[in-house]
């Protein structure tokens, strides 16, 4: 029996119509009707917009009407395709040119369309844009195929890295047998030498030295590749490193007719750092000066404090360095073309293997020359600060926890002007360091009495006016209580004693996390230091975040406008893309926050950090003042205890 099919009304067709003239209209994707001879029996808003025409002017027309003769012939070959074999032709993809001369990737489906009696008298065709997926898939591609060769690029660089460790420990075995045995023939072991025997043992001497060298710049470069390039650090003097090897560069120098001069603090400078490899950076400054300075030459080497760093220099009067040479001269494999082929004696890795160093200890290196003018190399470390001498006890403390892979906690209070600040407050100079080592020691006993393990605190003499407290083993979050803790007794201490305007801050000032690489498990244990001020104002070496506009003068009517880092009483950071020379003095004008004349004054270039953006051509400068005005300096004082009240 056939079922009876039920008749829409007005209002539903009506309604349906709506529906398909909205779907019509507003899809983004290409939609048409044709009969059997491949004439448009309807379209779309987006077909017809695709031609630049309306529905209206679409309707009638074939292919060939608006498309390439080529190309409406293919179209038209799948149309016949589709109503002839009445099989649909799904999600065809094809590179096509719209009518505007646009290339572009579509997407087409195009199914046979039948009247009432199953007979095929057209067809309905879809056609989406999907050159962004297009893209998106070849992006893919091309970026599976670039992992590819990422993944066989580090595997070929790890087997080479593997391959020079394993090669250059094998020859130091026998290189270390020649060179021994060289020695006890050059000290008459096996009978005495003549002359020319004796001059000939002494070169080779001298080039078994070299080629040790060689070696070690092989081990380190392979170990830095792979991960395995460690730092130990421990509590050690700079000038004490420089002078260990002082007396030998002196007569390496003199054979050379070299004038070699040393200029150092006369107060030791405390610095945390693997002195075995900062000793490697020194030597190698040293001798490149020497063997590329001529005789009658002079080479200075010499250390400055600048604020929180320790800055080392070396500098020679030597052939120099071409403006093309300099660029690379800290990259791996890179010697000057200055030099011939005889003069280069070496792999060009010593200055790469410092840059590494230096950068391990979160300093700086930098090197400053012209061609024939002589060459000046500098670099900096991160400076430990302190009010006096340490005590060989304390230090030996120090060292002895980093060498058991201990973390530690060093929190330093310092009482600015100890020998005048206590007058101003009214109490005696052993007074106030007796109350405050009580102070110290009762929130130290409170903390550690819920602390039943682990190794205890240390706390150094405080005869020059600083206490310092080693806290083994405990968590940051634990140090910064105790440093709280101790700020708040303190405060309350002169609060007592009716002095409000006392200055105290906490401020964390250094912090040695390890190897500064993705290789977590070869990291060292971290050494955090924290500093307390306690005083009536602004030490010169608390610096603060600050961000404002700097003019550096650069010439008549012409100035650099800088962005500051931070600043001080002593100095300011900024970011440039001038690169001044280190120790110039420059004129600069600042903005100070909420004050409407700029700060005029002078400042050195202390030292000279690149950005590593070769495009950008970026540097970050610290400058120390040189002269600054009574008035400006209360300025900055200002300045800076309202940023610092800011936190």
């Not at 529906?19 to 019509?24: F, G, P, V, Y």
């Not at 003097?237 to 200029?263: C, H, M, P, T």
């Not at 964390?508 to 390890?514: A, P, V, Y």
């Not at 001080?568 to 001038?578: N, Q, R």
């Amino acid at each position: 029996m056939k079922k009876a099919i039920k008749k829409l009304t007005y209002q539903e067709l009506s309604y349906r119509y709506q529906l398909l003239k909205e779907l019509m209209g507003r899809i983004p994707d290409v939609i048409y009707f044709k009969d059997r001879q491949g004439r448009l029996v309807m379209v779309n808003q987006a077909h017809a917009r695709g031609l630049g025409l309306k529905p209206d002017e679409v309707v009638g027309k074939t292919d060939f009407d608006f498309f390439p003769r080529e190309r409406a012939a293919l179209m038209a070959a799948d149309d016949e395709a589709v109503m002839k074999s009445g099989k649909p032709i799904i999600d065809k993809v094809e590179r096509a040119t719209r009518p505007d001369g646009v290339d572009n990737y579509v997407s087409t489906t195009k199914i046979p369309r039948y009247d009432e009696d199953g007979k095929v008298v057209g067809l309905i065709g879809i056609t989406r844009d999907i050159t962004h997926r297009m893209q998106l898939e070849r992006l893919t591609e091309e970026k599976e195929l670039m992992q590819r060769k990422l993944d066989i690029l580090e595997y070929t660089n790890k087997t080479k890295s593997e391959f020079v460790s394993v090669v250059s420990h094998e020859l130091k075995t026998p290189l270390a047998i020649i060179k021994e045995a060289t020695l006890l023939l050059l000290d008459n072991i096996a009978g005495a030498l003549n002359q020319k025997q004796r001059g000939l043992l002494g070169k080779v001497s001298d080039r078994v030295g070299h080629l040790d060298s060689m070696i070690n710049n092989l081990l380190d470069i392979s170990r830095i590749e792979r991960g395995k390039f460690r730092l130990h650090y421990s509590l050690a003097n700079i000038n004490g490193i420089i002078k260990d090897s002082a007396d030998y560069f002196q007569r390496v120098a003199q054979g050379k007719g070299i004038s070699l001069e040393y200029r150092l603090p006369k107060r030791q400078v405390h610095v945390f750092i693997d002195p075995e490899k900062i000793n490697q950076v020194i030597i190698n400054l040293i001798n490149n000066a020497i063997k590329f300075t001529e005789q009658k030459g002079k080479i200075t080497v010499e250390v400055e404090v600048v604020d929180e760093k320790v800055r080392v220099g070396v500098i020679d009067t030597g052939i120099g360095i071409s403006e093309d040479d300099l660029k690379n001269i800290f990259q791996r494999f890179v010697q000057g073309n200055q030099l011939g082929a005889l003069e280069k004696k070496g792999l060009g890795l010593g200055l790469s293997i410092a840059k590494e160093i230096v950068g391990r200890h979160n300093g700086e290196i930098w090197a400053e020359s012209k061609l024939g003018a002589g060459s000046k190399f500098y670099f900096t470390l991160p400076k430990f600060h302190t009010a006096g001498i340490l005590d060989k006890g304390f230090k030996n403390k120090v060292n002895e926890f980093l060498a058991e892979d201990i973390s530690l906690f060093l929190v330093s209070l310092v009482i600015t002007n100890c020998e005048v600040f206590p007058r101003r407050i009214g109490v005696s100079r052993n007074r106030l360091f007796r109350d405050i080592r009580g102070i110290i020691n009762s929130v130290i006993a409170v903390f550690y009495k819920k602390k039943k393990e682990g190794h205890r605190p240390v706390i150094s003499d405080s005869r020059h006016g600083e206490f310092l407290m080693l806290f083994p083993q405990i968590k940051e979050a634990q140090a910064q209580a105790i440093c709280e803790a101790l700020k708040k007794r303190v405060n309350v201490y002169f609060t007592a004693k009716k002095r409000r305007a006392v200055f105290i801050n906490i401020k964390e000032h250094s912090s040695f996390d390890g190897l500064k690489s993705s290789h977590a498990k070869n990291a060292i244990p971290r050494l955090y230091i924290k500093k307390m001020v306690i005083g009536s104002e602004v030490r010169h070496s608390r610096r603060v975040i600050y961000k404002a506009r700097i003019n550096i003068i650069l010439g008549k009517n012409k100035k650099e406008s800088c962005q500051t880092v931070d600043l001080s009483t002593g100095g300011v950071c900024f970011l440039t893309k001038a690169q001044f020379k280190t120790d110039a003095v420059l004129d600069f004008g600042l903005e100070l926050a909420g004050q409407k004349n700029l700060l005029c004054a002078q400042a050195r270039v202390a030292w000279i950090s690149d950005l590593g953006a070769p495009a950008a051509q970026m540097y970050k400068v610290g400058v120390k003042f040189v002269k600054l005005k009574k008035k400006d300096k209360h300025r900055l004082v200002r300045l800076i205890r309202l940023l610092l009240a800011k936190g």
